[in-house]
């Protein structure tokens, strides 16, 4: 088998097309996500029985399905519910957001979970109203723990995300596959479009960690 | 009436009962230390007084003023204008972690008493530079000692203004080098002449700081006396028993 990566050269327009497009739904994705998540979470400590439900059967429905499933859904049946015509883009950022929302919402679940229950009593003696308790005290933690967690979530979402090829999106792997049956060379474009897609997630998942040591050190008291 | 009352205090655990009428009465004047085996109910108390705890009966006033009454469903009615003339130190320091010094000093003033920042500002700094803390004002509770940190934690109290001081086990968290200072502390507030109600294992501590101290066990009195009588010549056997365990092991 002879290898040969030189013709990618003339496709490496397309390519980086391709990856654009990855990385504008993706950010999109990820930051309707962190929103929703965290709505999600306050849902998930409530006391309210009816909030509490609503939101973990959510989070249970869209943790417990395929992104697959979920990305065909919204591509395919959502429009005829609505009963608009959404964009691939618009389908695959409304996807990609109802599903990470549910995931990024566990993390800070986690976090607010992980603030002690002195800092509660703390709050009390010193009289602090639930609101004023809420947003300075409960909030800045609870985000500052979530961090490194969240960093992990956006990274999985954006290594998931080559899944909306499998509905038409012209995102980077669909990108990498056209090209590869135009010029029947799988192995040589795969490889490559394997590689840019660790060249972006190897560092972001390096900076999860000397984020999450530095972050410990300011949080841990 | 006394400066602190309490009568007939109930508090239980599910089935565990901590207190089945429980009574105290301290003077203004006074600093009252409470000692006794671990599980005899002493931190209970305070965190009923600051009202962190639900009381199933019994009622606490303070300076004369009904403070919290216990009713009969469990659920306690506190009177949250009286709250806020009681400050509350614990154990595990509990500074906000994400605040500086500074912050953790001006949060409760500025956001719940209305205070303006700079006034906050300007009494937070006096109390650091009284309790030699000044220079410490812009770092995080992650870069203090666990001395500095419960200093931090007293000033962040007093800056309410409180007109009772509750300590609950200020230094048992604390590496025995770092006691001193923050014991010190205390003493100077006292000589301030601020009332106390304190929990501590340090024997020597609580005979040079009280005026009254009070042992208990399971939940009752068993003898409150000036600390130079219930130390040099405890009356009950209980109270003697006690005292010969923990001075002996204390060395």
């Known amino acids: 088998m002879e290898l040969d990566f030189s013709f990618l050269l003339s496709y490496s327009g397309v390519l980086l097309q391709g990856l654009s497009t990855t990385l504008q739904f993706v950010g999109l994705a990820a930051l309707l996500g962190l929103i929703w998540g965290f709505v999600l979470s306050l849902g998930r400590t409530s006391e309210n029985h009816v909030i509490y439900w609503a939101s973990t059967l959510y989070v249970e429905f869209f943790r417990g399905t395929p992104v697959l499933v979920q990305l065909f859904w919204v591509f395919f049946c959502l429009p005829l519910f609505l009963g608009i015509d959404l964009s691939g883009f618009a389908s695959a950022v409304i996807a990609l957001s109802l599903y990470s929302g549910a995931i990024i919402s566990e993390s800070f679940r986690a976090a607010l979970k992980s603030i002690e229950s002195s800092q509660f009593d703390a709050c009390t003696a010193l009289g602090l109203p639930r609101g004023v308790q809420t947003i300075f005290v409960v909030l800045p933690q609870a985000v500052l723990r979530a961090i490194p967690n969240l960093l992990s979530n956006v990274v999985s979402l954006f290594k998931e995300s080559a899944l909306v090829s499998a509905v038409g999106m012209a995102d980077l792997m669909y990108v990498g596959q056209n090209i590869a049956n135009n010029v029947a060379r799988p192995i040589e474009i795969l490889t490559v479009v394997a590689l840019i897609y660790f060249a972006i997630g190897f560092p972001l998942t390096r900076a999860v960690s000397v984020v999450e040591a530095r972050l410990l050190k300011v949080v841990k008291a | ?251």
């Open chain 2, 1 to 251: 009436m006394a400066f602190v009352e309490i009568n007939g205090l109930v508090k239980r655990y599910g089935a565990l009962s901590i207190f089945e009428g429980f009574d105290l009465k301290m003077e203004a004047t006074d600093r009252l230390v409470l000692i006794g085996p671990s599980g005899c109910g002493k931190s209970t108390l305070l965190r009923c007084m600051m009202g962190l705890e639900d009381i199933a009966g019994g009622q606490i006033s303070l300076g004369g003023k009904e403070y919290i009454e216990g009713a009969e469903a469990g659920k306690m009615r506190i009177d949250a204008k009286i709250q806020k003339d009681v400050g509350m130190v614990f154990q595990h320091y509990t500074l906000f972690p994400h605040l500086s010094v500074l912050g953790n000093l001006c949060l409760a003033p500025t956001r719940s008493r209305g205070m303006k920042k700079a006034i906050a500002r300007d009494k937070a700094m006096e109390l650091l530079q009284r309790f030699g803390l000044a220079d410490r004002a812009d770092f995080y509770p992650s870069q203090l000692s666990g001395g500095q940190k419960q200093r931090v934690a007293i000033a962040r109290a007093l800056m309410l203004d409180p007109k009772l001081m509750l300590f609950d086990e200020v230094t048992s968290a604390l590496d025995p080098e770092l006691v001193n200072e923050v014991e010190n502390t205390m003493q100077d507030l006292a000589n301030a002449g601020m009332p106390m109600m304190i929990v501590t294992h340090d024997m020597h501590f609580a005979r040079n700081i009280a005026t009254k101290v009070v042992f208990q066990e399971r939940g009752k009195v068993i003898e409150a006396a000036a600390p130079d009588e219930l130390f040099g010549n405890p009356q009950q056997e209980r109270t003697r028993d006690f005292l010969r365990n923990v001075l002996h092991i204390n060395g």
